[in-house]
């Protein structure tokens, strides 16, 4: 993380992470989700 000054202002400035593993549980994670909601509409 930096700060700069861009135009004048302060700017926070953060490096992008490189990628991360995938925790053992993300896949059960989801279909729980999806078990218990399904697909919800943002729109209503």
Not at 20 to 41: T, Y
């Amino acid at each position: 993380m930096s700060i700069t000054k861009r135009k004048g202002e302060p700017w926070i400035s953060v490096p992008p992470l490189g990628k991360q593993i995938e925790p053992e549980n993300q896949e059960a994670l989801k279909e729980e989700i999806a078990r218990r909601w399904g697909v919800i509409d943002l729109l209503d």
